[in-house]
């Protein structure tokens, strides 16, 4: 049995769902072991982190503002909705982003 993770990564490179490749590593702090954890991320991935460190967007603000930095052929070939929802579940799998009780 595959780890899910990589089940999933396959999955989407099969469904061509995901395009791009893992160019940025984020550095997580963590209780365990030497202090922090390192984990790839894509620049669409950087590209959401930046957005909610300086604009701190609440969920459609942030889907509009990711949207915007395709290209409007991209924007009209694929649903950008999905692409950015499996971008931020990703994020929230890796423990890099969480949402707030208010």
Not at 14 to 35: C, Q
């Amino acid at each position: 049995s595959w780890p899910e993770e990589a089940g999933k990564f396959l999955k989407e490179s099969i469904d061509n769902i995901s395009a791009y490749r893992y160019t940025d590593i984020a550095v997580i702090p963590t209780l365990r072991g030497e202090g922090y954890q390192e984990t790839l991320i894509n620049d669409l991935q950087f590209n959401i982190l930046s957005l909610l460190e300086t604009e701190g967007l609440t969920y459609h603000a942030l889907l509009k503002r990711a949207e915007e930095s395709f290209s409007e052929e991209i924007r009209q070939k694929a649903d950008m909705q999905l692409y950015i929802d499996n971008e931020l579940e990703q994020l929230f799998f890796k423990g890099l982003i969480y949402t707030l009780d208010e």
